[in-house]
């Protein structure tokens, strides 16, 4: 069942002053599948999209990390290679911490290591709902619920409705369900006519969240 409660968990006080700086622009890749996989990397500034990445090239959005958050964390489970794409999305500063210095800074940490388990939980009920949506909801259950979760963690308040403050494409909203380009701006189309939503090519307003609702949960 989707909710609406962000599982967003901050380490950024944990890791302050730890590891090193690399910045990235837009679009840059921070690793790809297949590098090493020896350090965590925690996000000072801006945003960091995962991505499986298959042999054609198609994509599948798996999260976007924000400010405060880590990723690469399966490192400390004895991954050896990197097994998904990261990119920023937007102007990024990251602090890649190598495995061995973060398990030293979390284990001197009273919270450290409760906090990793929560960040671990998190991360295994956001991929759990990405696998149900796959499995058993259509694409337009699967886009209601990610506009659900995007306005959840990003949405701002305005006299026209809820605007979500990430700048999303349509082919990147396809990647985060799993669906081509097209028949997400088929639905986004649906929604759009039917009162739901507002958008334009960047710019996504929800003005009838039960609207969208009643479509998520519509089998």
Same mark, same amino acid.
């Given at each position: 069942?989707?909710?609406?409660?962000?599982?967003?968990?901050?380490?950024?006080?944990?890791?302050?002053?730890?590891?090193?700086?690399?910045?990235?622009?837009?679009?840059?890749? #921070?690793?790809?599948?297949?590098?090493?996989?020896? %350090?965590?990397?925690?996000?000072?500034?801006?945003?960091?999209?995962?991505?499986?990445?298959?042999?054609?090239?198609?994509?599948?959005?798996? $999260?976007?990390?924000?400010?405060?958050?880590?990723?690469?964390?399966? %490192?400390?489970?004895?991954?050896?290679?990197?097994?998904?794409?990261?990119?920023?999305?937007?102007?990024? #500063?990251?602090?890649?911490?190598?495995?061995?210095?973060?398990?030293?800074?979390? /284990?001197?940490?009273?919270?450290?290591?409760?906090?990793?388990?929560?960040?671990?939980?998190?991360?295994?009920?956001?991929?759990?709902?990405?696998?149900?949506?796959?499995?058993?909801?259509?694409?337009?259950?699967?886009?209601?619920?990610?506009?659900?979760?995007?306005?959840? @963690?990003?949405?701002?308040?305005?006299?026209?409705?809820?605007?979500? /403050?990430?700048? #999303?494409?349509?082919?990147?909203?396809?990647?985060?369900? /799993?669906?081509?380009?097209?028949?997400?701006?088929?639905?986004?189309?649906?929604?759009?006519?039917?009162?739901?939503? @507002?958008?334009?090519?960047?710019?996504?307003?929800?003005?009838?969240?039960?609207?969208?609702?009643?479509?998520? $949960?519509?089998?």
């Amino acid at each position: 069942m989707f909710s609406t409660t962000s599982n967003k968990i901050s380490f950024a006080g944990l890791l302050t002053g730890v590891g090193d700086l690399l910045e990235a622009d837009r679009g840059e890749t #921070v690793y790809h599948p297949g590098a090493p996989s020896n %350090c965590v990397y925690l996000v000072e500034s801006g945003r960091v999209k995962l991505a499986y990445l298959d042999e054609s090239g198609k994509k599948l959005t798996l $999260t976007i990390v924000d400010a405060g958050e880590i990723f690469g964390e399966m %490192c400390l489970v004895g991954e050896k290679s990197r097994r998904h794409l990261a990119t920023a999305i937007e102007p990024t #500063v990251v602090r890649c911490i190598d495995k061995p210095e973060f398990l030293r800074v979390l /284990g001197n940490s009273p919270e450290g290591l409760q906090i990793l388990v929560e960040h671990f939980a998190a991360r295994m009920r956001e991929y759990e709902e990405s696998l149900e949506d796959l499995a058993f909801r259509d694409i337009q259950a699967r886009l209601s619920r990610q506009l659900l979760k995007l306005s959840d @963690e990003y949405g701002e308040e305005t006299k026209d409705g809820i605007l979500i /403050g990430l700048a #999303v494409t349509h082919k990147e909203l396809a990647d985060m369900i /799993g669906s081509a380009r097209e028949n997400t701006t088929l639905a986004l189309n649906r929604f759009a006519r039917e009162g739901i939503l @507002e958008k334009s090519r960047y710019r996504i307003i929800i003005k009838n969240e039960d609207g969208l609702r009643r479509k998520f $949960t519509a089998l």
